[in-house]
């Protein structure tokens, strides 16, 4: 079954840099696009950044745009979020997730989440 | 960017009713990027339906979805107990995707 996996979070200083992994699993996935999402605590979904199947294209949200940097190493299956220049808004639960079809169709499944906090 | 608004915001209503979750979009949306999750505490969204109307896989049939344009609608025909959550509508467009603010689903 499909599966992803978070890892990296943890808790950084403001200003501080982070990196996180999404390892995938169940599925073929040079040939999906891939997100990352947040969600701050007690709050809504927040799209973070896409990366397109083959990494050609990548969006991001305006609020982390020159911060963050979405990459993928399709030989190890893997994505991940560079995050720098972190801010004290930038705490969230961090979910990555694969398009279910086409470039831009739904995000299906969900990882876990990994939690990251940015705090002195 | 395209804004999602989502009424009401929190919905109370008992086991065996009938739930409606509007959407609405600030600029009109294909219908083939909006789509619905379901959030329960503790656990990642879930995907209940994409392409405005289509269920995903596993979703029971009492989920539907519906709506074109700005305005979209997330109908629940009977309330089963695992159904009270947090549901989302989320859509794309112009290199943007944007996910609504979110229906609570409670027990009345």
């Known amino acids: 079954q499909v599966q992803l996996v978070e890892s990296g979070g943890g808790v950084v200083q403001p200003g501080g840099s982070l990196r996180l992994s999404c390892a995938a699993s169940?599925?073929?996935?040079?040939?999906?696009?891939m997100h990352w999402v947040r969600q701050a605590p007690g709050k809504g979904l927040e799209w973070v950044a896409f990366?397109?199947?083959?990494?050609?294209?990548?969006y991001y949200a305006d609020s982390v745009k020159g911060r963050f940097t979405i990459s993928r190493d399709n030989s190890k299956n893997t994505l991940y979020l560079q995050m720098n220049s972190l801010r004290a808004e930038d705490t969230a639960v961090y979910y990555c997730?694969?398009?279910?079809?086409?470039?831009?169709?739904?995000?299906?499944?969900w990882g876990q989440g990994t939690l990251v906090t940015v705090s002195s | 960017e395209i804004v999602l608004t989502q009424s009401p915001g929190t919905l109370s209503l008992s086991p065996g009713e009938r739930a409606t979750l509007s959407c609405r979009a600030s600029?009109?949306?294909?219908?083939?990027?909006l789509a619905w999750y379901q959030q329960k505490p503790g656990q990642a969204p879930r995907l209940l339906i994409y392409?405005?109307?289509s269920r995903a896989t596993g979703i029971p049939d009492r989920f539907s979805g519906s709506g074109s344009g700005t305005d979209f609608t997330l109908t629940i025909s009977r309330l089963e107990p695992e159904d009270f959550a947090v549901y989302y509508c989320q859509q794309y467009g112009s290199s943007q995707f944007t996910f609504g603010p979110g229906t609570k689903v409670d027990i009345k």
């Open positions: 990366i397109r199947y083959d990494g050609s294209n990548k």
């Open positions: 169940g599925f073929t996935f040079s040939s999906y696009g």
């Open positions: 600029q009109s949306v294909s219908s083939s990027y």
């Open positions: 392409g405005a109307s």
């Open positions: 997730a694969k398009v279910k079809y086409g470039d831009y169709v739904g995000f299906d499944p």
